[in-house]
């Protein structure tokens, strides 16, 4: 069984009721069996460990996991798309001395 879901971008955690933490977008479609990966995904989202991502899983043929979600940008206001390329969204200077 394949469950598809779209979350909200402002839905407050970290254990606060009113001006929490907001959690970044999150949607796809992930089958059942691969539930934790889901969660595993949307945690490195959530802790700040990624700004935004994408994942597919195909096994045998099959898309079993397709997850999009977190933010283009570290100002976190351009959500995270599914044409959205990966690698750093903000050029960086090389360090010098």
């Known amino acids: ?18 001006g ?15 539930a934790e990966v889901r969660e595993v995904f949307a945690g490195l989202l959530s802790t ?4 935004g991502a ?17 933010w283009r940008d570290v100002q976190r206001a351009d959500p995270w798309a599914q044409d959205t390329l990966g690698g750093s969204p903000e050029p960086r200077l090389p360090n010098t001395l």
């Open 1 to 18: 069984m394949v469950r598809t879901f779209k979350s909200s971008s402002v839905i407050a955690v970290a254990g606060s009721h009113n």
């Open 20 to 34: 929490g933490v907001h959690l970044p977008p999150l949607s796809g479609t992930v089958d059942t069996r691969f």
């Open 48 to 51: 700040g460990e990624e700004t």
């Open 54 to 70: 994408g994942l597919a899983v195909s096994i045998g043929g099959r898309l079993v996991v397709d997850l999009v979600g977190g």
